[in-house]
Every structure is written in C-alpha cells, then in structure tokens.
C-alpha cells in the first residue's frame, strides 16, 4: 500500500464536464463518479473566493473529488464558478462576489438532479453560495468549511433554520473571518447547525485536510468508517 499524498488522485470514473446556466454562461468543471459501483451520496463542491486565488483546484476541493469517489463511494462535482480560471478550466463570466453566482450553483444541482443524496460543501466564500443560494428542494444538507458570512445575511440563515436540513459547520480556532465562539452565536440563528471546532487549525486548513473530509463524510455518510483510509 501506498500513502495518499497532497497530490494523489484515486480512481474513479471522471469526466470533464460544462456547466449551462441560465443566464448563459459555460462554466468549468468535473464529475467524479465511484470507480466499480454507484454513489451512495452526492456532494456539490463549492470553492472559496476566485479573488483570492480560490477554484476547483484549491486543495481541499481537490482533495475531495480525489479521494471520496474511490473511499467513500461519493459521486462529487466540482466547478469554476463564473470568471474563474484555474488549470481545470476557464469559466465564462465575471465574478460577482455572490450575487449572479446564484445560477452557477443551481446549473450544478440540475447537473446532478438524477444522482442520489446531494449534499452542498462549501469552503469560505463557497459557504455563502451554500446559505445564500443552496436551500434547493433536492439538497439533503450541507457542510460548510470555514463559514465567512460576509454576504448571508439573516434571513438566509432563518430560512435554513425553517427548513430543519442539517448542517455541519468546520470552524477553524484561528481562522481570518468567523472563529468558534463567534459561530456558536451567529449560527445559533439555525438550532440544527453543528459546529466543530478545529484547534490550531488556520482559514485554509493546511495541514488538516484530512480531518476535514472525515468531518465531511461523518456527516453525510454516517455508515462510512471514519478516518477515511491514509493508504491505498
């Protein structure tokens, strides 16, 4: 067996895919599938800030369509949210720090509509596309890696808080925007939010990948054995 590293890729059944939106842009992505059977669960997975460097390929993103096919048996999209580059794929489009992404991530819920069990993860600006504009008949619930809440505003959170979906927030101790004990009182808006703490854990998780995707997978897929294997 083999260590799985930053860079490794496990199989899977991947197909580069275009994402239509309503309003017409084409945007950059890949749906990985379970490399012999069908996915137990699906899960959209939406990337932090493009102005900030953020894409598909930012690593934890990556990491998650990398392994959880294969070790999960995950089926996950990743996409280029519009006016992203990154060496997946060029999004059409221009950023529009949350506003007109609202038909980015509806194009990706119809891409996946015939898959089971889809869940929403997002990670830092990827989280307020979940609050904001993820709150879809077809989503199950979502994870949320690093929540900013720089553009939710209450009432997305109250009608999460209606609709009683599970949520999982991953809070970093140290993290730029929205520590614990400020997540504990913002997110007390939405009674089911769960928040996990990371201690010495940083905005952008480094180091502390592979906790995130056991917290990720603990939490859609409760009958996964957690931690994720380290070997292949």
């Not at 929403?120 to 307020?128: I, R």
């Not at 940083?202 to 380290?230: C, E, M, N, W, Y």
Request: negative net charge; proline residues 9%.
């Amino acid at each position: 067996m083999t260590r799985i590293g930053p860079n490794t890729v496990l199989p899977a059944r991947r197909t580069p895919v275009v994402l239509t939106t309503a309003d017409g842009e084409r945007l950059a992505g890949e749906l990985a599938l379970p490399p012999e059977s069908d996915p137990i669960a699906t899960v959209v997975l939406l990337h932090p800030n493009p102005t900030g460097g953020g894409s598909m390929d930012t690593h934890v993103i990556r990491k998650a369509a990398a392994r959880l096919p294969a070790l999960a048996g995950i089926a996950t999209l990743r996409f280029n949210t519009r006016g992203t580059s990154s060496e997946s794929g060029t999004s059409t489009g221009t950023h529009d720090n949350g506003g007109t992404e609202r038909h980015d991530v509806a194009a990706a819920l119809e891409f996946v509509a015939d898959l089971p069990d889809i869940w929403l993860v997002g990670w830092s600006f990827g989280t307020d596309l979940v609050l904001m504009h993820g709150l879809h008949p077809s989503v199950t619930g979502a994870v949320l890696l690093a929540p900013t809440l720089r553009r939710s505003r209450p009432e997305h959170l109250a009608a999460w808080a209606t609709s009683g979906k599970p949520l999982r927030c991953l809070v970093p101790e140290l993290d730029d925007y929205v520590r614990p004990a400020a997540a504990r009182t913002r997110f007390a808006a939405i009674p089911q939010a769960e928040i996990i703490e990371f201690p010495a854990c940083k905005h952008l998780f480094v180091g502390q990948a592979d906790q995130a995707l056991d917290a990720v997978v603990d939490f859609i897929s409760p009958t996964t054995p957690t931690p994720l294997p380290r070997e292949w």
